[in-house]
């Protein structure tokens, strides 16, 4: 299992297991991290499971395909750490990545 770390808008950290090949999206939704709505299930067809990936992992994770920064356009507050959650796969490189939710979806 790769260990997640949430951190939600007001501070509160959920530490979660994840499967790898599972998204970073499923994974928020399976344990109710607040602030991840993920109205398309994950289709990359919303913002609304953005999320602002730690620096440290920035290049772990790496960069968003065209589509997803086409989607991207639509999330609030948007950062240069900015991700859809629903496109990044979780694998054993990313095992402690940390990501934060921002204020409220696009």
Request: hydrophobic share 40%; with cysteine.
């Amino acid at each position: 299992m790769t260990k997640l770390t949430f951190i939600a808008f007001d501070g509160t950290r959920f530490d979660v297991d994840a499967e790898n090949g599972s998204t970073v999206m499923e994974n928020a939704i399976r344990n109710a991290v607040p602030g991840i709505e993920a109205e398309c299930g994950g289709a990359c067809a919303c913002a609304t499971c953005h999320v602002y990936v730690d620096e440290a992992w920035t290049g772990a994770v790496g960069e968003p395909e065209a589509m997803e920064e086409d989607m991207l356009d639509f999330a609030y507050e948007v950062r240069p750490t900015s991700r859809l959650s629903c496109q990044i796969k979780v694998r054993d490189e990313l095992d402690g990545l940390v990501v934060s939710v921002p204020e409220r979806q696009g």
